[in-house]
Nanobody, 115 residues
Framework: QVQLVESGGGLVQAGGSLRLSCAAS????????MGWYRQAPGKQRELVAS???????NYVNSVKDRFTISRDNAKNTCDLQMNSLKPEDTAVYYC?????????WGQGTQVTVSS
């Protein structure tokens, strides 16, 4: 059974940085897409960033030049480096990995940015 475990959320002041990590276990199949979503109170979940198995990345416009997504295929991990954080980045962040077996989600980690 595939499980995703997230770490790295927390409280930070505006302008600060956090690094989120997500580690997968329970499968030998490569994940062809790894990504991070977020959901703020009262808002829909949105894709923040994604990365293909070949390293191609995609970012929502609001985080471009501030966030960097990376992955380690050998370890089945994906990180999201978040710099220059803003109060509007406050949300629960979820990792999402996809492979031939399906679509898998982490439990979510809270990121709170104070002004």
């Amino acid at each position: 059974q595939v499980q995703l475990v997230e770490s790295g959320g927390g409280l930070v002041q505006a302008g600060g940085s956090l690094r989120l990590s997500c580690a997968a276990s329970g499968t030998t199949h490569r994940f062809f897409v790894m990504g991070w979503y977020r959901q703020a109170p009262g808002k829909q979940r949105e894709l923040v960033a994604s990365i293909s198995s070949g390293g191609a990345t995609n970012y929502v416009n609001s985080v471009k030049d501030r966030f960097t997504i990376s992955r380690d295929n050998a370890k089945n991990t994906c990180d999201l480096q978040m710099n220059s954080l803003k109060p509007e980045d406050t949300a629960v962040y979820y990792c999402n990995f996809r492979n031939v077996s399906g679509d898998f989600w982490g439990q979510g980690t809270q990121v709170t940015v104070s002004s």
